[in-house]
């Protein structure tokens, strides 16, 4: 089970840290995602991380601006978003895929997702 927490409410140029708890499995065996999706849109990767930490990628449009980090011990990924910009406006989902392997870029890789949290940036 995925529950995210630390959506909100935002100016443009503000900054928000999303976070992920996991829970019903161990967490070392999965990588980590967050994705989300703008209203009328299709669902956009954001950010994933490997199961040790060591690795990460971001999609094109938050590179430089966003951070992704877990904490094993808490069981929980975080999404530090900072410069936020009316186009990060969406819902931003957590998602896991199961893989001591190189961490997942694509919905389909991920096996757990969480029900989201809202993120709106207002201009």
């Known amino acids: 089970q995925l529950v995210e927490s630390g959506g909100g409410v935002v100016q443009t140029g503000a900054s928000l840290k999303l976070s992920c708890t996991f829970s019903?499995?161990?967490?070392?065996?999965?990588?980590m995602g967050w994705f989300r999706q703008a209203p009328g849109k299709e669902r956009e990767f954001v950010s994933s991380?490997?199961?040790?930490?060591?690795?990460?990628y971001y999609g094109d449009s938050v590179k430089g601006r966003f951070a992704i980090s877990r904490d094993n011990a808490q069981n929980s990924v975080y999404l530090q978003m900072n410069s936020l910009q009316p186009e990060d406006t969406g819902v931003y989902y957590c998602?896991?895929?199961?893989?001591?392997?190189?961490?997942?870029?694509?919905?389909?890789?991920?096996?757990?997702w969480g029900k989201g949290t809202q993120v709106t940036v207002s201009s």
């Open positions: 998602a896991a895929d199961f893989s001591r392997g190189a961490a997942g870029i694509r919905d389909y890789e991920f096996e757990e």
């Open positions: 019903g499995g161990t967490f070392t065996d999965y990588a």
């Open positions: 991380i490997s199961y040790s930490g060591r690795t990460s």
